[in-house]
């Protein structure tokens, strides 16, 4: 009984971001009258005997040549404020099957006190390879010159630069986002094509189809941003909230827009 309700009272409250509380509401509808000061004891015993499991599992996804890595916040209980404070779970990820993998994907969270990056340095510790991340600056501090450690070569997330976009268009006409737009949807469309195949056969299709729209988008970045008529506060909007130009064309700088843009 006690084996059973230990693993109940670990797995849903993450599963199903139940509260002790309400899961001690639950069991008493049944006949079962546990305390949740018990079901917390539970829950930190578990975690203790599964941090060996949780080691593993960061120690065999840090063997691969690519990851995925992000942040997200969470309430932390802090005692004697009444009321919580801000915490963070890091997930660190792999899924090689959208491109013919066969390695089994695996995730692992990291929980820690901050979204500062020497978190993700610690968790990443002896990773070296291409990390995908989205548009936070923060990761910045891994490519950092003198870091020492494995390489890592940052790979940003095309979903970020086009969300800015994206939000342009639909606060009214806006041709020159929708024409961004359109040619990230072609990518998008030649991505969703090749997904599965060999990694020659994705890279010959990038190479002969993708790098054309490429080129177009970086053309599009240079015109726009300098051309009489453009929208100063939009580039500033696309530049610093999706970093597009950083991202994925190093070439094209985030200067003053020109004084005759209006």
């Given at each position: 009984?006690?084996?059973?309700?230990?693993?109940?009272?670990?797995?849903?409250?993450?599963?199903?971001?139940?509260?002790?509380?309400?899961?001690?509401?639950?069991?008493?509808?049944?006949?079962v009258?546990?305390?949740?000061?018990?079901?917390?004891?539970?829950?930190?015993?578990?975690?203790?005997?599964?941090?060996?499991?949780?080691?593993?599992?960061?120690?065999?996804?840090?063997?691969?040549?690519?990851?995925?890595?992000?942040?997200?916040?969470?309430?932390?209980?802090?005692?004697?404020?009444?009321?919580?404070?801000?915490?963070?779970?890091?997930?660190?990820?792999?899924?090689?099957?959208?491109?013919?993998?066969?390695?089994?994907?695996?995730?692992?969270?990291?929980?820690?006190?901050?979204?500062?990056?020497?978190y993700?340095?610690?968790?990443?510790?002896?990773?070296?390879?291409?990390l995908?991340?989205?548009?936070?600056?923060?990761?910045?501090?891994?490519?950092a010159?003198?870091?020492?450690?494995?390489?890592?070569?940052?790979?940003?997330?095309?979903?970020?630069?086009?969300?800015?976009?994206?939000?342009?268009?639909?606060?009214?006409?806006?041709?020159?986002?929708?024409?961004?737009v359109?040619?990230?949807?072609?990518?998008?469309?030649?991505?969703?094509?090749?997904?599965?195949?060999?990694?020659?056969?994705?890279?010959?299709?990038?190479?002969?189809?993708?790098?054309?729209?490429?080129?177009?988008?970086?053309?599009?970045?240079?015109?726009?941003?300098?051309?009489?008529?453009?929208?100063?506060?939009?580039?500033?909007?696309?530049?610093?909230?999706?970093?597009?130009?950083?991202?994925?064309?190093?070439?094209?700088?985030?200067?003053?827009?020109?004084?005759?843009?209006?």
């Amino acid at each position: 009984m006690r084996g059973g309700c230990a693993i109940g009272s670990s797995t849903i409250p993450n599963a199903d971001h139940l509260p002790l509380y309400r899961l001690a509401q639950i069991y008493s509808r049944q006949g079962v009258v546990l305390d949740r000061f018990t079901l917390a004891d539970w829950v930190g015993r578990a975690a203790f005997e599964l941090r060996l499991v949780h080691d593993a599992l960061t120690a065999d996804l840090k063997q691969s040549t690519k990851l995925f890595m992000d942040e997200t916040h969470a309430p932390v209980l802090d005692p004697g404020a009444r009321r919580t404070k801000t915490g963070y779970f890091w997930a660190l990820a792999r899924d090689d099957r959208p491109w013919g993998g066969t390695v089994p994907p695996g995730v692992v969270f990291t929980y820690a006190p901050g979204r500062g990056v020497q978190y993700a340095e610690r968790i990443l510790q002896g990773f070296g390879g291409i990390l995908q991340i989205d548009g936070y600056a923060g990761y910045n501090r891994l490519i950092a010159p003198g870091r020492i450690g494995p390489d890592i070569q940052l790979a940003h997330c095309w979903a970020h630069a086009r969300r800015k976009l994206i939000e342009i268009t639909r606060t009214g006409p806006a041709p020159i986002a929708e024409e961004g737009v359109t040619l990230i949807r072609d990518l998008y469309a030649i991505e969703a094509e090749i997904r599965g195949s060999t990694s020659a056969t994705r890279l010959a299709a990038r190479q002969e189809r993708s790098a054309p729209i490429l080129a177009s988008l970086d053309h599009w970045l240079q015109y726009n941003w300098t051309c009489p008529g453009s929208v100063p506060v939009m580039w500033s909007g696309i530049f610093a909230s999706s970093e597009i130009a950083r991202i994925h064309f190093p070439s094209v700088e985030s200067p003053t827009p020109r004084s005759d843009a209006t």
